[in-house]
């Protein structure tokens, strides 16, 4: 798994300990989808897409007509 995303899942609660029953038993799929969408719309603003960043704000964070 990429390191970065490994890192996001361990946020979210997520705890390898070779089986997968046990590493997905306190994970928050709700809170890795929010820290994967922060993450990219982080990447979008580092990159100069902030039309881009700020759409994907509002659509993902409560807004349902964005543009």
């Given at each position: ?36 969408v922060?993450e ?28």
């Amino acid at each position: 798994m990429n390191e970065r995303i490994q890192a996001l899942a361990e946020q979210a609660g997520f705890i390898d300990r070779g089986t997968n029953h046990t590493a997905y038993m306190n994970f928050d799929h709700e809170k890795f989808a929010e820290l994967i969408v922060r993450e990219c719309m982080s990447n979008l603003y580092l990159h100069g897409y902030d039309d881009a960043a700020k759409c994907l704000q509002d659509i993902h964070f409560g807004i349902e007509d964005p543009v």
